[in-house]
């Protein structure tokens, strides 16, 4: 009842308080609470940083990922909207489905951006002319610099808090076992970044076993990287819609995924 009842505040607190996982700064605000929880269970937890192109990433690992023969690892940040399915072995046709959806709502925000530009300029003049359209210009541009970095989807439990709580629910169980470590990456909805460093930190014979959209209500299957040391467990199903993604998780389901997910690990 106890760990059911902790299992249903990681719900509440990473499924809805801090569902969105996108920008830097809500980023940082969940690294600075998920380290809480995790210290409220063991305290063999690091974070390191990652230099990207434009921007830093974080990893937390948890245990020694250098010397661990099996790591278990998700990624926390949240996908942004875009069009189409979520594919959950083609990366590339993700990506695609995200820039189209960027690319459109970008064009379709210059267009509305025009007109009410127009329409100001028919309305008004002289100096509250100018007035109006600098305010209108600042707002414009700041609503748009969010559109061309991609609006941040708020149906997030699925994909992926559900295998977040899932490895906070695993941390107790193997507290103390040095064959075992985990990492929560960062980069698994864009570049996948935080995976290649975490990859380039184990061991040539350890085996990553990545957690993905586990809280969706169907059974789990395992498949292997062309790498042989990769594994990936995922409903077992191609893609995920919409009406999958906006499905809400709960203890019931996350306890039945977690036993799939022990059995897995225990027969690999």
Known sequence: ?????????????YGFLLKKRNSDKQKDKFIRTFLSDVLNIRDDIIVIEIEGKKRKYHNIYIGDVSKADKIITTYFDTPIVSFGDYSLTDTEKNKRNSLSRIAFESVVSLCIGLGIFFFLMRVFEGTLLTTVLTVFALAFFYVFNGIVKGRASSKTQVRNTSSLVLVLSLLAK??????????????????????????????????????????????????????????????????????ILSEKIDDVLLTRQRQEIETILEER
């Open 1 to 13: 009842m106890e760990s059911n009842r902790q299992m249903n505040d990681w719900i509440v607190r």
């Open 174 to 243: 193997y507290k103390g076992n040095k064959k075992v470590a985990f990492a929560i990456v960062d980069g698994g909805c864009t570049n996948e970044i935080g995976l290649v460093a975490l990859k380039n930190s184990v061991k040539i014979q350890s085996k990553i076993y990545e957690l993905d959209s586990v809280g969706a209500n169907t059974t789990l299957i395992v498949t292997e990287a062309s790498d042989q040391k990769s594994f990936k467990i995922h409903p077992n199903l191609e893609r995920l819609g919409n009406a």
